[in-house]
């Protein structure tokens, strides 16, 4: 089949595109891209007043499949990646039982093929059991199709294990991306530790906590030269240490999480369990780290650390519920309308976060429109509005901060290999 997109404004980082033209797309691939094709036999669609965006990726979410399908299937979690624009994305590994094996790998990818909806890209553990003990098959995982290995929901606490894990890593090319917290410095904290905390009387969770763990990681990646990932980086601290990494040549990329960007601690004054995230929302210092971090191209990618937990898990005292938020629906639209809109980044750069930085990320050939690519295509209307309302999420939980705000731009159509998953044009 073919499809021809006609008339959308293409906003294309990779070749520094930002122009109206028309997309030829023919057997799953991008077959031509210039101001002006002629339709042939091609489907035409008219996306006049709308945005044409490399397929967007989200490179940290938390599918419960196997073992908590009640929360979230690799299905539900797909198609609600679809619904908010993303085209692929990167599952986490820690399902019951964890996804230390290439037998999990290959369930969650025949998962994936069968919802036939967003790619879904595994994640492998990093250890057995995610215990912390002994190195998981990284190499058996990689050749089933991991695309990078993390202990994601627990810290890889020891630094010899972490040495190893890079120094392995390092001979398949993938990342290792950690979730860098000091267990003994967070001691039961559930928020962040600072005035709110203390007004409300919950056990303070440090930013230094994180901070201790990035500086730790980068000198085990210069160490080692392997790449080390920093995920949902929480803290101006942490972004400080990365930017400074970078700058002598360091082999480290972090990613910062939306809701870490428009909200700080102040949202858990009302003592809602769905502004409970681990990393927890930092003070209004912090946030301030983060956005120029992301202005200054510290930031490789904006991801969701989408975190399903259904309403009886969160519906409970604050300091009892889980932590975790849902996000692949909202992400798009918060951005657009808190960022982009307010002018803090460029649509460009925003694109970007969202395509270019994290395939590079993942050393994947990815978030680009290029003649002969596959044809994973977002399109965005900027100016539409959207009221975050769960009972229009394809997820199947509903923990999301941002209920009920009303937003400018999002998502209204998402195509995978020239397929259309997603349409609300």
């Known amino acids: 089949m073919k499809r021809l997109l006609k008339n959308g404004r293409v906003v294309d980082p990779a070749s520094a595109t930002d122009a109206t033209l028309d997309i030829l797309i023919e057997d799953g691939r991008i077959a031509a891209i210039e ?3 002629e339709p042939g036999k091609s489907e035409v669609i008219e996306l006049e007043g709308l945005t044409v965006c490399p397929g967007f990726i989200d490179m940290h979410v938390h599918f419960r499949e196997p073992g908590q399908e009640w929360k979230e ?18 599952c986490m590994p820690n399902t019951v039982p964890v996804m230390d094996n290439r037998a999990l790998v290959e369930f969650v990818q025949a998962q994936a093929r069968e919802a036939g909806m967003s790619r879904v890209w595994p994640i492998g553990a990093v250890t057995k059991g995610q215990d912390g003990k002994e190195l998981a098959e990284i190499g058996d995982m990689n050749a089933a199709g991991a695309v990078a290995f993390s202990d994601d929901g627990r810290p890889i606490r020891s630094s010899q294990m972490m040495r190893m894990a890079l120094e392995y890593s390092k001979i398949f090319g993938v990342p290792i991306i950690d979730h860098c917290e000091d267990p003994d410095l967070v001691a039961g904290g559930v928020v962040h530790e600072g005035w709110v905390s203390s007004r409300l009387g919950f056990k303070g969770w440090p930013g230094v906590a994180e901070d201790v763990i990035v500086a730790r990681n ?11 990932h920093i995920a949902h980086m929480s803290t101006a ?9 970078k700058a002598r040549g360091s082999r480290v990329t972090c990613e910062v999480t939306p809701h870490h960007l428009v909200l700080d601690h102040e949202a858990v004054m009302e003592f809602d369990t769905y502004t ?16 120029e971090g992301l202005a200054d191209g510290t930031v ?8 399903p937990h259904h309403c009886d898990e969160k519906c409970v005292e604050f300091s009892r519920a889980p932590f975790g938020v849902v996000g692949l629906e909202t992400a798009v639209s918060i951005c657009l309308d808190r960022l982009v809109h307010r002018d803090i980044i460029s649509l460009s750069r925003m694109v970007e976060l969202f395509s270019t930085g994290p395939a590079g990320v993942l050393g994947m050939d990815k978030g680009k429109l290029a003649v002969g ?7 965005l209307d900027l100016d539409r509005e959207v009221t975050v309302d769960a009972d229009d999420f394809e997820s199947k939980s509903e923990n999301s901060p941002f209920l009920k705000w009303k937003l400018r731009g999002g998502p209204v159509m998402t195509m995978v290999d020239g ?3 997603h349409d609300r044009r």
């Open 35 to 37: 101001e002006s094709i």
């Open 73 to 90: 299937s690799v299905a539900t979690g797909a198609a609600a990646a679809a619904s908010g624009g993303f085209t692929a994305v990167a």
């Open 218 to 228: 980068i000198l085990l990646s210069d160490y080692t030269g392997g790449h080390v």
């Open 237 to 245: 601290g942490s972004m400080r240490l990365v930017r400074e990494a």
């Open 276 to 291: 409970k995230m681990n990393p927890p929302l930092r003070a209004a210092e912090d946030l301030d780290g983060l956005l």
């Open 300 to 307: 490789d990618a904006i991801a969701t650390d989408h975190a």
């Open 373 to 379: 690519a596959e044809a994973d295509i977002t399109v």
């Open 419 to 421: 397929r259309i998953i």
